[in-house]
C-alpha cells in the first residue's frame, strides 16, 4: 500500500495524486494507497545507488572487465544474485 516516488520524471504537477486514484481504480477492493512523494526524488536514485556502493558487501559484488571480459554477461547474475 505504499509507493515511493523517484527520479526527475515524477516531477510532473500532480503525478502522485493522479497514480494513487490509478492504483486505486485497480484494486479489488477499497483500500488505502500512500503515495510518497520526497523533494529530493530526482536524485534519489543517484543517492541510494551512492549508498548502496559505499557498503562494505557491495565491493563483492563488483565486476571487473577482466571478469567481464572472461565470462560474460552470465557474470553479472552469477556475483550479483
Known sequence: SNIIL???ITLFPG?????AKEIMKLTSQ???VNVVAP????YSTWIGGSVLSSL?????????AQE???NGPTIIHRKGF
Open 56 to 64: 562494505s558487501q557491495f565491493s563483492q559484488m563488483w565486476v571487473t
Open 15 to 19: 503525478f502522485s495524486e493522479r497514480l
Open 68 to 70: 567481464y571480459d572472461e
Open 39 to 42: 523533494p529530493e526524488r530526482k
Open 6 to 8: 523517484s527520479d526527475e
Open 30 to 32: 477499497p483500500m488505502h
